[in-house]
C-alpha cells in the first residue's frame, strides 16, 4: 500500500488547516491510520490515530482539543483537520497505517512521505 500524504503549507498561528492521507490499497477494519509529524531537531511525535473499524480517535496531549482525524471510507483518505494552529505546530507531518491504536512508530507498517506545515507567529 503507498500513502500519499498533502496539504501542508504556511499559515498564521490561529489558523486551521486540513491535511489528507489518500491510501492507494484498501483500508480494512482491522487498520489504524495515524499521524505523526517532526519538528526540526526534534524527535517524531505522535499527534493522532484511528481505529478504522470504528472511527474513533485518539490524540497526543499537545493536540487535543483543537485536532480532528475525520475520514472518507469511499476515498480510503483519513484527514487531519489542525485548528488554532500554534507556531509550536510548524512540522513536517507523516501520515501511517497501523495494526493497533499505538503512539509508538514501531507499530505503523506503512508510511506516507510527509507534508510540511509552518505556522507564523
Known amino acids: 500500500v503507498q500513502l500519499q500524504a498533502s496539504g501542508g503549507g504556511l499559515v498564521q498561528a490561529g489558523d486551521s488547516l486540513r491535511l489528507s492521507c489518500a491510501a492507494s490499497?484498501?483500508?480494512?477494519?482491522?487498520?489504524?491510520m495515524g499521524w505523526f509529524r517532526q519538528a526540526p531537531g526534534k524527535e517524531r511525535e505522535f499527534v493522532s490515530a484511528?481505529?478504522?473499524?470504528?472511527?474513533?480517535?485518539y490524540y497526543g496531549d499537545s493536540v487535543k482539543g483543537r485536532f480532528t482525524i475525520p475520514r472518507d471510507s469511499a476515498k480510503n483518505t483519513v484527514y487531519l483537520q489542525m485548528n488554532s494552529l500554534k507556531p509550536e505546530d510548524t512540522a513536517v507531518y507523516y501520515c501511517?497505517?497501523?495494526?493497533?491504536?499505538?503512539?509508538?512508530?514501531?507499530?505503523?507498517?506503512?508510511w506516507g512521505q510527509g507534508t510540511l506545515v509552518t505556522v507564523s507567529s
Open positions: 484511528m481505529r478504522w473499524s470504528t472511527g474513533y480517535g
Open positions: 501511517a497505517r497501523g495494526r493497533q491504536a499505538s503512539k509508538w512508530e514501531n507499530d505503523y507498517d506503512y
Open positions: 490499497g484498501r483500508i480494512f477494519s482491522s487498520h489504524v
